[in-house]
């Protein structure tokens, strides 16, 4: 999958043939072979969008063979780079030293010295030090972090303390020294010390520390000199575990987190139990009273037979103890005076409820684009899960946006045959479908429009956010700018795989059999002058009251889940609990399933028939709720600022947003499709 969605030019291609001696794609190397070391990015800590190449703040380059200014240098090298990592924010340039593979010399120590720092340096690396900026390294595919430098009262203090560079315990050291008072001063790290273990003929660990001891002051007109002391180890760790040290086991497999997917599934348990309590038992008693009312002999029959054979008798039984009549459930006699019994509730809409719903064509549209999410979130957890069959997703740049971009890229046929068959299932019973006699029969312009919303929705979506991002970055320099010729190759790979495909789906579904073996589709025959839905229902049979309630049940599901989601793409930690994903995804569609049943059901029993948009917004109001927890997460789980990761914040969760509430509004309108009809299929209507 990377290989087909890899691109490079020409000239970095050739580059790369040159300066590359060891193998770094089947990662073995032998004595001797150059490791290259790549710099990818640099930025502040409390903004991972906020991300700058490494060459952004003045650092020198190495005095080696491949420094700029011999021939065949390497330090201007560009690593291929596949879509997927331009669109992670990966820009990994050749920083230019030299590593061979298992020196033993002990050590090699390769150093640079800057010119003298102008104004504008000398702010540069001041606004590192201040904002806790750290940068990014990969030696052999695996990343390394280390800090630029720190605010500290005094050199003297900087040296006394012995906190190094994790970044973990950053902002304690920081805020240790600022509360010793004073001003503060930009100081920056300009040794450091790159630890390569290796098993035999693999790198399996890379370390890499900052000594306190060499802070340098920053100051205007000063030229600070870098070292790298770069040493080899040997090591007994097997190189399938290299990447175990970078994920968190006792972060994501917390027992909160085993409580969290335990507690998700008492709730499906609870809703299941609630659906079966109140739904199957309170069907089952409407099915018997409209038998009565409707079956043979009729109920009305019955009751006089039993008048003229019992007389008196009957009227006795019914009354209560105090003698009053008994009333049914609509506060009306229910003796024999009374000639049977009106019909009430959801049974009285049979003739409207498979009326087509308002906007066909968008309704159609979206439920084909929440196929495709369905669709395209199943298909990437599920090759996320068969990782060790396929290599980790977490151990390669990018991996999980390519799968991403290939399973949407192909799911767009999913997407084109689910609007298509629904929109053919309902425009027979528009007024449009009725004149020209089914809707085999015209509305080609309804069809195009469904087939070109299908088509444009989401990419229209998505283009429009991220074209504001995508301005934003560029207008700051950062390395999530997507160059174009990425957007020219995404581009392409929408309009000849996405578009035919969706175009193919839509062809399919107009042409598909819907109906069985019977010409109406649907159980009951849709009646041609829309019945008057009552205003005067009580306040669990209005949607808008009972829709809030359902998104807060499903969003209840899978809150837990989503932080842990959250930590891994704002908090620098790497999601592999893949596992846990399949059954927390498993999880809400059963509970969007559920709940939209039961908020279908009420509609229905007020005599409401416009079900079919109440379902979608039933289930996508889980949507509202992600978003007001993504506002929670930032004001109060991260140290975000700035408008560039402000934007790109909430940007991504807007968009994130509205892909899960397109995902589960189409999922609650499947499964209150297959209720209605269910109930509606074994009601018989005269």
């Not at 019909?343 to 308002?358: E, N």
């Amino acid at each position: 999958m990377k290989q087909i969605l890899s691109h490079s030019t020409l000239l970095t291609a050739a580059s790369l043939v040159a300066i590359a001696t060891g193998d770094e794609y089947t990662h073995q190397y032998k004595n001797g072979d150059r490791v290259d070391l790549w710099v990818n990015k640099v930025g502040p800590y409390a903004n991972p969008q906020e991300a700058y190449e490494y060459y952004t703040l003045p650092y020198c380059a190495p005095d080696t063979k491949h420094h700029p200014s011999n021939e065949n240098g390497a330090f201007n090298a560009l690593k291929a780079h596949s879509i997927g990592e331009r669109l992670g924010g990966h820009a990994l340039r050749h920083s230019g030293h030299d590593l061979i593979f298992a020196d033993d010399k002990g050590g090699v120590l390769e150093t640079c010295k800057t010119g003298e720092l102008t104004e504008e340096q000398t702010a540069l690396f001041a606004r590192a030090a201040a904002d806790q900026w750290f940068y990014q390294m990969y030696v052999d595919d695996l990343p390394v972090w280390g800090m630029v430098g720190e605010m500290l009262p005094d050199l003297d203090a900087a040296k006394s303390e012995k906190f190094g560079s994790d970044l973990s315990h950053l902002e304690e050291a920081v805020a240790k020294h600022a509360l010793e008072g004073g001003k503060l001063t930009p100081y920056v790290y300009t040794k450091r010390t790159l630890v390569v273990s290796f098993n035999e003929d693999r790198v399996v660990k890379v370390d890499l520390t900052s000594d306190p001891s060499s802070l340098k002051e920053v100051k205007k007109g000063m030229a600070l000199q870098f070292e790298l002391d770069v040493q080899w180890a040997k090591t007994n760790t097997p190189f399938h575990s290299r990447f175990d040290r970078y994920l968190d086991h006792a972060f994501f497999k917390h027992q909160i987190h085993w409580f969290s997917i335990f507690n998700s599934f008492m709730m499906v348990l609870f809703l299941m139990g609630l659906v079966a309590l109140i739904l199957l038992r309170t069907l089952r008693k409407d099915y018997a009273r409209y038998a009565l009312n409707h079956g043979p002999g009729g109920r009305d029959l019955e009751m006089a037979e039993q008048h003229d054979h019992h007389g008196s008798d009957e009227e006795e039984e019914d009354v209560d103890e105090n003698g009053k009549p008994l009333l049914d459930e609509g506060g009306r006699p229910s003796g024999p005076g009374r000639m049977g019994v009106e019909d009430s509730g959801w049974k009285q809409v049979h003739g409207d409820v498979f009326r087509a719903p308002k906007f066909l064509p968008l309704l159609a549209a979206i439920l084909g684009t929440g196929w495709q999410l369905v669709t395209l979130v199943m298909g990437v957890v599920l090759f996320a899960v068969a990782g060790p069959l396929h290599g980790e997703v977490h151990e390669e740049r990018g991996e999980v946006l390519h799968a991403i971009l290939v399973f949407y890229s192909l799911s767009s046929i999913v997407a084109g045959y689910a609007s298509g068959s629904y929109f053919k299932l309902y425009f027979a019973t528009t007024p449009a479908g009725r004149a020209k006699g089914g809707a085999a029969a015209g509305g080609a312009t309804q069809w195009q429009l469904t087939m070109g919303l299908t088509v444009l929705l989401l990419p229209t979506i998505l283009v429009s956010i991220l074209s504001v991002l995508n301005f934003i970055a560029l207008c700051y320099q950062t390395i999530y700018y997507i160059p174009f010729l990425v957007l020219l190759k995404l581009f392409f790979l929408w309009v000849f795989v996405s578009v035919p495909l969706c175009i193919l789906g839509t062809l399919l579904g107009r042409h598909a059999k819907l109906g069985g073996k019977k010409s109406d589709p649907f159980p009951c025959r849709v009646n041609a002058i829309p019945r008057p839905i009552p205003d005067d229902i009580q306040w669990y049979g209005v949607p808008a009251n009972l829709i809030p309630f359902a998104g807060l049940l499903s969003f209840g599901s899978i809150f837990i889940e989503l932080y842990y989601i959250l930590t891994s793409l704002w908090n620098y930690k790497f999601y592999h609990v893949y596992g846990f994903l399949l059954g927390v995804y498993a999880i809400l569609c059963l509970v969007v399933c559920m709940t939209t049943v039961i908020v279908v059901y009420f509609c229905l029993n007020s005599e409401n028939y416009l079900w079919q948009w109440t379902a979608f917004y039933s289930g996508s109001s889980t949507a509202l709720y992600v978003f007001l927890y993504s506002i929670y997460y930032f004001v109060f789980k991260t140290s975000m600022n700035g408008l560039v990761q402000t934007s790109f914040y909430f940007g991504y969760m807007l968009l994130i947003s509205l892909g899960v509430g397109t995902l589960c509004g189409t999922l609650g309108h499947w499964s209150a499709n297959k209720f209605v009809r269910t109930i509606f299929q074994n009601v018989k209507v005269d």
